[in-house]
């Protein structure tokens, strides 16, 4: 994603707007990936008016939500999901996986597998959630991915270090001319970033959001929600997110374009 879907995003937006620059709105991975490319390609932050990073998942190593448990043992587990089925980690069993989630969520009242995965992957429920929509999100949400970036983000959370996939020694070396990843050297992002965080976040964890502050040389804003306890999924999911996000969001494209 870093290295050829993003670039090809960009650069087909501005030849077919023949704008010079665009804003770019990322929230958890789709803000990490951003971070990653311009530390990369450093060219890019020219093309960037305004990075808008939402919850950004870049340093992790703070995560308090349970499924760092599971992290712990993924590298093995992600073995396996690559031989059974054929390097996805949901893509081959989607339609068992959406009549799973459909018959654990689908009510105002959700089943014991629906709350465990909510506390799981999110530490609990988003605060603002409309549960009345659950059967809509749930339809499109997870969707499927690789198993190699799953195994990406478990590397990164793990080493609690910003840096390209591991490899092993033998195929790093090969492959970057050394033993160890390189680090995504975060003082390139010379593009002016809008950090937007909640205190509620247990992926992003505000210890880990303030790293990433600290580390970038041009923030344009830091924007904590002004909602205790506002968690990861509510960035995306709470019903009030207009009102206290993405009218900041707005006025910050309209300042900066």
Known sequence: MIRYDLPAQIDGILYHTGEAALHFVGWSQGGGIMFGLLADRPEYNKKIKLLHALAPAVFMGHMTAPVRILIKMSNPALKIVDLFFGGTVTGRNEQLLNKVKLLSCRSVRPRGLCNASFILMNGGYPIDMNTTRLPVYLANDPAGTSVRNVLHLAQVTMANKFRKFDWGPLKN???????????????????????????????????????????????????????????????????TAW???????????????
């Not at 033993?179 to 002016?192: F, G, S, W």
């Not at 996000?245 to 374009?257: A, C, E, G, P, R």
Request: glycine share 6%; proline share 9%; aromatic share 12%.
């Open 173 to 239: 070396k090969r492959i970057y001319g050394q033993k160890r990843p390189p680090l995504y050297d975060i003082r390139k992002v010379t593009a002016p970033v809008a950090i937007y965080w909640g205190d509620g976040d247990r992926l992003t964890t505000p210890r880990d959001i303030a790293r990433l502050i600290q580390s970038l040389p041009n923030v344009a804003l830091v924007y904590k929600v002004p909602v205790p306890g506002f968690t990861h999924l509510d960035f995306g999911w709470s019903i």
């Open 243 to 257: 009102q206290h996000l993405y009218k900041t969001i707005v006025k910050m494209i309209k300042l900066y374009s």
